[in-house]
């Protein structure tokens, strides 16, 4: 019998296994097999915070178990996509799963800390396009690897306790907590990830135009984060061709990269002036009016 995406039998259960096409940036929900292939799942199916991603295969609850015992303590994954290139439209993809079984080109991080706020932190940097850049000239083939990934430019976990850039008395969790948990929590498989980031209320409502926002002022925000002036964000943003395509074929201009650089000036005006930063978002981020009702 299945319920969800957990194949029972008996007393036994057995945890769906998860491929690296099946998760992408803030998505668990990406692709999902069906009569044998695999498609993705729409932004209607999305919509029902009960619509979770079947897998070709599933595994023995206990092989998890005795895989994770002792190397992982929380009810949730984090792991990133292997097969890549540097032409692809994004060559870093990673994402948080539920605990389940992994394919081979779903490599996890398995984190010896146990500072919630590292895996948070590493979540959002690897989803950002200013470290995408930087990965794009140090892939050099279809695999990114371990040996490249632990080279990745990340963010020090204490850049995460540090004082907001246009609100000193807030930190930088202020801000992104509330972001990443309603692009992230978007189904009821990932109710433990959610209690992690201290939020006990029900998933968020899938809505394109939201997630596109809260995407783009991740990105800018990283940008100063990391330093870079204007001239050189647009620049990186310029690198992203398809990204580029995709946009125009649908918004008649590159609406990704204009969005962002006016979030990243009205970051820097903020910024400058002292006067605390307005999201475009209405309702802000996270707020229970976006999330599933009961």
Not at 181 to 192: C, G, I, K, M, Q
């Amino acid at each position: 019998m299945l319920r969800g995406n957990v194949f029972h039998r008996g007393e036994e259960r057995y945890l769906p296994l998860y491929e690296a096409k099946l998760i992408h940036h803030y998505d668990h929900r990406r692709a999902t097999y069906e009569n044998g292939d695999t498609r993705d799942v729409s932004a209607e199916e999305k919509a029902d915070p009960e619509t979770v991603s079947l897998p070709r295969y599933w595994v023995p609850e206990p092989e998890v178990q005795a895989r994770l015992a002792g190397r992982w303590d929380r009810p949730w994954l984090l792991g990133w996509r292997d097969i890549t290139n540097t032409t692809n439209e994004r060559t870093v993809i990673a994402g948080v799963l539920p605990q389940v079984g992994v394919g081979h080109t779903l490599p996890l991080m398995l984190l010896a800390a146990s500072n919630k706020v590292v895996y948070f932190g590493i979540l959002i940097n690897l989803s950002t396009l200013a470290l995408d850049y930087v990965a794009r000239q140090n892939v050099g083939g279809t695999h990114l690897t371990f040996f490249i990934f632990k080279q990745m430019p990340l963010l020090p976990p204490d850049t995460y306790t540090q004082p907001l850039l246009w609100l000193p008395a807030a930190t930088l969790l202020y801000f992104l907590t509330p972001r990443v948990l309603e692009l992230t929590y978007t189904a009821h498989d990932l109710s433990p990830w959610a209690l992690d980031l201290g939020y006990t209320g029900p998933p968020f409502v899938w809505d394109e135009e939201r997630r596109f926002l809260l995407r783009c002022e991740l990105d800018a925000l990283y940008f100063h984060l990391y330093g870079i002036n204007r001239e050189d964000a647009d620049y990186i943003l310029e690198t992203f061709p398809i990204v580029r395509r995709k946009d125009e074929q649908r918004h008649g201009d590159y609406r990704t990269k204009r969005v962002i650089l006016e979030i990243y000036d009205a970051m820097a005006a903020a910024s400058r002036t002292g006067q605390p930063y307005q999201t475009r978002l209405d309702p802000p981020p996270a707020d229970p009016r976006v999330a599933h009702k009961g």
